[in-house]
C-alpha cells in the first residue's frame, strides 16, 4: 500500500540550510486554519512560517543567531499556536516557554527562564506544548522527566 503513496513537499526540500527556502534539522510542525505550517527549524534557531503554496517561508520566532535575548531562541523544539495567533515555543537550551506576537522583533518569557533546574517555576529542556480547552498550557519537561501545567495570562 505505502508503494502508492506519494508525499508533497510543502516546506523546505531545498537541501540544508538557512535561507528562507531551507531548514537546517526542522523539529515539529503546526498547522493554522488556514494550512499555514509553522516549523521550528532547530539549527538555525528560529521559527518559520510558510503560507500555504509559498515557496519560501518567513522568520516569526528568533532568527537572530543562537542566544538567550528576547529576540533570540536556542535550539527551539515544541510550538503551537493559540486563537490570537500568538506563538508559543518550547525553547529548549534556554530552559524557557517563549510566546511571539507575529511581527514583533521580541518575545517574552511565559514560562522557565529561571535557570535549569527542577523547582516547578523552571523547566529543563522543555520538549512538546499543548493547550486544553480551557487555555493551560501543558509543556513536556524531558530532562525532569514529568508533565507541567501552567496557566498562562494572557
Not at 518567513?58 to 499556536?81: C, D, F, K, M, Y
Not at 520538549?127 to 480551557?134: A, H, K, V
Amino acid at each position: 500500500m505505502g508503494e502508492y503513496n506519494k508525499g508533497t513537499v510543502v516546506v523546505g526540500g531545498n537541501g540544508k540550510g538557512n535561507q528562507l527556502n531551507q531548514l537546517n534539522f526542522p523539529g515539529f510542525i503546526f498547522v493554522d486554519e488556514g494550512q499555514s505550517v509553522y516549523v521550528s527549524d532547530r539549527q538555525n534557531h528560529r521559527v518559520m512560517k510558510w503560507r500555504k503554496g509559498a515557496k519560501e517561508g518567513r522568520v516569526v520566532a528568533g532568527g537572530n543567531g543562537e542566544g538567550r535575548n528576547l529576540n533570540q531562541l536556542s535550539s527551539p523544539e515544541g510550538l503551537i499556536v493559540d486563537n490570537l495567533g500568538q506563538i508559543y515555543v518550547a525553547d529548549c537550551w534556554n530552559d524557557r516557554i517563549m510566546r511571539w506576537c507575529e511581527g514583533k522583533e521580541k518575545g517574552e518569557i511565559v514560562v522557565g527562564g529561571n535557570g535549569q533546574g527542577n523547582q516547578t517555576h523552571q523547566v529543563n529542556r522543555p520538549m512538546g506544548l499543548s493547550f486544553d480547552d480551557e487555555g493551560n498550557l501543558y509543556v513536556v519537561d524531558s530532562w525532569n522527566h514529568r508533565i507541567e501545567k501552567f496557566e498562562i495570562i494572557l
